[in-house]
């Protein structure tokens, strides 16, 4: 039996807003672009209670609070932050998976932690950093990811094995790592919109509505799951994507590749990863999926190549029609420290 802690820095971005400027502390907070046409990247917990979240057009935000405090992206600053909250979690063990910026899962099993680890870890981080995080526990990394998530923001939950599958009756489907947009449309039109619903339904039911993701969701609603923390895996891709109401308008169109150039340039620099292939894909409002893809001699991850070649992409693929889903996707990945230093090679060699 494993012991899983997964880690989620409360409202990222907006709290490294709130620790360095003290006077919008208690205030609705987001951070993006403060055109109209520009998008939330991260709402503090004030600002959701106005029903605002990220992705959301800032339009839109700011329809829902008049008094709404925009600030910019500030990726530096974040990715500081972000070293240093993952310098504290290596005190604790090597074994740590980076999901995102501000997301990670530890393996501490067999170090002789008791499960005071979760409130010795939140405190340590917040003393450290100024960050609040919120810490989930448990034996395997679905449930721990849950238990983070259970009472945010600076929450702690312990879920142990004496507490599945009952714990989870309650939960709304969503809640269940695997089901995405389509399979939670599918299970809710035949009635099926809590764990509890959902634990009834038999192995063979699952495996054939949804192929092996049907396995895992039956497994994992009874506290199986067998993925391992694997520190500096290599992803395949790595992107993000949106859907929104359809709108033809290029401006707000190129708002999201702005932001998704931001979010992937991030996200590839945390992981110390970069890619040789990107992609572009679109979604009309008849829900037609176009996708275009290019592979480039030099791998990127900085946000400027990655918007540059996105806007490309764009430019060659969009004919005009309304789009209701617009994302981006780096490929072909490799490890950022070795795409450095063939560049450097590869410099040296031309000027011999």
């Known amino acids: 039996m494993g012991i899983i802690i997964h880690v989620d820095i409360d409202a990222f971005y907006a709290s490294v807003e709130e620790l360095d400027d003290n006077r919008i502390i208690g205030k609705p907070v987001v951070v993006g672009g403060k055109s109209n ?89 917040f003393n450290k950093t100024g960050l609040s995080v919120s810490v989930g526990l448990s034996y395997n990394k679905f449930l721990a990811k849950l238990a983070s998530d259970w009472n ?113 340039s991030e996200d590839l620099i945390v992981k110390e990863i970069s890619g040789y292939t990107l992609t572009l894909k679109m979604k009309n409002e008849k829900f037609k999926v176009k996708t275009r893809s290019k592979t480039y001699d030099n791998a990127i991850y900085e946000e400027g190549d990655i918007l540059n070649k996105s806007m490309e992409i764009f430019d060659e693929a969009y004919e005009g029609e309304k789009l209701r889903l617009i994302g981006i996707t780096v490929s072909n990945l490799v490890d950022l420290n070795i795409r450095q230093l063939s560049f450097f090679s590869r410099r040296k060699n031309e000027k011999n």
């Open 37 to 125: 046409h520009g998008v939330v990247t991260t709402a503090n917990y004030v600002a959701r209670k106005y029903g605002i979240h990220s992705a959301m057009p800032m339009y839109m935000a700011k329809n829902l609070c008049d008094h709404l405090i925009i600030k910019p992206m500030r990726r530096d600053r974040y990715l500081e932050k972000s070293r240093e909250v993952f310098e504290v979690l290596r005190t604790y063990t090597d074994k740590i998976e980076k999901v995102s910026i501000d997301e990670s899962y530890l393996d501490v099993t067999g170090l002789g932690y008791d499960e005071n680890i979760v409130y010795e870890l939140q405190k340590d981080v």
């Open 152 to 264: 945010k923001p600076s929450g702690v939950m312990v879920i142990r094995e004496s507490d599945i599958p009952e714990i989870l009756f309650p939960l709304d489907i969503r809640k269940v790592h695997g089901i995405g947009r389509k399979s939670e449309e599918k299970l809710r039109n035949i009635g099926i919109n809590k764990v509890e619903d959902l634990y009834e339904l038999s192995y063979e039911f699952l495996a054939n509505m949804f192929k092996k993701s049907g396995e895992e969701i039956y497994n994992r609603i009874r506290g199986v799951d067998n993925r391992e923390v694997t520190p500096n895996t290599m992803r395949k891709s790595l992107g993000t994507e949106s859907t929104f109401e359809a709108t033809k308008n290029k401006e707000e169109l190129i708002n999201y590749l702005k932001e998704f150039s931001k979010e992937v």
